[in-house]
Structures are given as structure tokens and as C-alpha cells.
């Protein structure tokens, strides 16, 4: 065996979600296959095998407490979550892996185990959105940031869900081996070289709650057919036939935000398809109906916490390097 090979510790038990450490412990074995520098292992609590919230029976490698020194512990995550990880013997499991290793992670609800055992406390971090309010209610020293793909402080890592997973993953090789490796594992794969760890878990659309009154599917509608005409409140109004006034209530009480804000956010959701179409910032900024690239230069970095060009890029670095020879 490799002596050099950096040890990488899964915890797995009973209740885990599969692809919460399947996805990352197939980037880690993808990179194996032409660098050879990860040594896998699996653990639960007690060193028994385990069963996944599918049903599937794991083997294991032994029990945490078993482990000895690791380069990385991977924590999981569980749709029971999070009271999953009020079991002692399993917070117990998680202190013992993350003592022995040099950095610590965890994927997608994996997060609450972590902050159980305390190695959040005054950190920020992440987990999939749909346990975020949860995880911040639960543990109010740790600052959730709900629209992280992943985080890192120190040598601890939070990602949000399964695919963020992946994303993390590729992260800590392209750390560990250098961005060609990562690259190439993520051409493999057939997924992106890596996105941004600030890029915005989900769509526009989807976090947005879907209006309900007839007034508010309108304007949403409305918006939605074509984000690059110009529109004011003023013309929102009209189109729909009621005063500004009773519409920007209306819009504040069904969607949540103003009707700026609900443009901007579709407008960016549009730019960033242009953008993975192989246009121009600039051209995106125009087809998705943005003042300047300055202006979309800035919306997209208040959003993604990246910029459009940095994306591109990024996406670019995967796609084309996949693309067949001609």
C-alpha cells in the first residue's frame, strides 16, 4: 500500500443518505485511478454494518473509535436528520473521527452533526436548504448561510445537498492535487469542474414561494415571459389594472420581495444560461435585459458571491474539455 496515501474516513450508520457519501467517495476513488492518493475507509459507531435510509446494507471497515489518524473524516447526512444525530454513541463517533482528522466535512444534514458536537460554534456554515432554518434554530451560535453551495472555516467544510457533495469533493482534491487532477476527475464524471462554493443552491424560480392570488400570477407570469422588456411598478400595475400601491403590497405579501428584486432575480437566472451558451458577458447582460455589464457584473456577484467571467469559466473548463476530438 501506498504509504503517501491520504487516509479518508467515511461515518457511516444507520439511517445515512447513500449518495450523501457514495457521490464524494466516488471523486476521491476517480482521482485513485491515475494518481493512486486516497486510501478509503468506512466506519459506524459501533463497527457493525449499518442500513441506509434505502434499505441498503453497508459493510464497514470498523468502528470509529478504530479509525487512527485520517487525513479527512467525511460526516453524511440523513433525511432524519436531525434527530439522528442526538444519539450519543453517533455524536461520540463523529468527535473521534474529526480528533484523528486533518480536516473535517460534512455533507448535506451531516451539518447537524457537526454542530451537536460543538466543532461549528462560531463558524458559518451550510446544509441542504430545506433543514437550514432548522439547523440555524437549533444551534444559534453557528451562522447558516442557506445559500451556500459549500463552506469552509479553518479545516472544517460544510456542503449543502447530494450534488454539493460532489462539488466539495472536487474542492479538497483539486486542493490536495492540483486543478488538472480535479479537472480531470470532474471530465470523468461528467460533471462541472467545480462550481463556485458561494454559487446559490437553487434556482430562482424554485425558491421563490409560487403566488397565489390571481393579481400576483399576473405579475409573475408577466415578468417571467420576457425579463428584458423594460418594467417599472408603474407598468406592472396596468397590466394588471390596480394601483402601485395595492400591487406593491401585493407582490411583498405573495412573493416576498419587491418587484425589483423579483426581476433581478429572474433576469440573473436567464443571464446565467446565456452565460453557459457561450455569450459575452456583455451579450448576456443585453439578452437578459440588464442596463450594462457593469450592472449584471454586479447583481451576479451580489448573488453568486463570483463573477459572471469566473463562471463562465468554470463551466467552460468542463464542458469543453469533454467535448470529443474531431
Not at 463523529?94 to 486533518?102: D, E, F, N, S, T
Not at 419587491?258 to 459575452?280: D, K, V
Not at 439578452?287 to 469559466?313: D, M
Request: hydrophobic share 45%; glycine share 8%.
Amino acid at each position: 500500500m501506498n504509504a503517501g496515501r491520504r487516509k479518508v474516513g467515511f461515518l457511516v450508520f444507520d439511517g445515512v443518505k447513500p449518495l450523501d457519501f457514495v457521490g464524494p467517495a466516488e471523486v476521491f476513488s476517480e482521482a485513485n485511478l491515475t494518481t493512486d492518493a486516497y486510501e478509503l475507509r468506512f466506519y459506524s459507531p459501533s463497527g457493525e454494518n449499518v442500513t441506509t435510509s434505502m434499505g441498503l446494507r453497508i459493510g464497514v471497515d470498523g468502528a470509529a473509535a478504530d479509525s487512527g489518524p485520517l487525513d479527512t473524516a467525511i460526516i453524511p447526512g440523513s433525511e432524519m436528520a436531525p434527530a439522528v444525530f442526538d444519539d450519543r454513541s453517533l455524536r461520540e463517533a463523529i468527535m473521534r473521527l474529526a480528533g484523528q482528522a486533518r480536516r473535517v466535512a460534512s455533507i448535506c444534514s451531516g451539518a447537524f452533526g457537526l454542530a451537536a458536537t460543538g466543532l461549528l460554534d462560531g463558524h458559518s456554515a451550510t446544509t441542504h436548504w430545506k433543514f437550514a432554518d432548522v439547523l440555524a434554530a437549533r444551534y444559534p451560535r453557528v451562522a447558516v448561510d442557506a445559500e451556500r453551495i459549500f463552506t469552509r472555516h479553518g479545516q472544517i467544510y460544510t456542503s449543502a445537498g447530494v450534488a454539493a457533495g460532489i462539488d466539495l469533493a472536487l474542492s479538497l482534491v483539486e486542493e490536495d492535487l492540483g486543478a488538472d487532477v480535479a479537472r480531470s476527475v470532474a471530465q470523468h464524471l461528467l460533471v462541472y469542474m467545480r462550481r463556485s462554493g458561494g454559487q446559490s443552491q437553487f434556482s430562482t424560480a424554485l425558491k421563490l414561494p409560487a403566488p397565489r392570488t390571481r393579481i400576483a400570477q399576473a405579475v409573475a407570469s408577466y415578468i417571467s415571459d420576457d425579463p428584458t422588456r423594460p418594467t417599472s411598478i408603474t407598468t406592472l400595475a396596468a397590466h394588471v389594472n390596480v394601483s402601485t400601491r395595492h400591487l406593491t403590497r401585493v407582490i411583498r405579501d405573495e412573493l416576498g420581495v419587491t418587484a425589483a428584486a423579483y426581476i433581478t432575480s429572474l433576469r440573473l437566472e436567464l443571464a446565467l444560461n446565456q452565460l453557459e451558451s457561450g455569450m459575452t458577458v456583455a451579450e448576456a447582460a443585453a439578452a437578459a435585459g440588464f442596463a450594462s455589464a457593469s450592472a449584471l457584473r454586479r447583481a451576479f456577484h451580489a448573488r453568486y458571491r463570483t463573477t459572471p467571467s469566473e463562471y463562465q469559466r468554470r463551466f467552460r473548463s468542463s464542458s469543453e474539455d469533454r467535448a470529443p476530438a474531431l
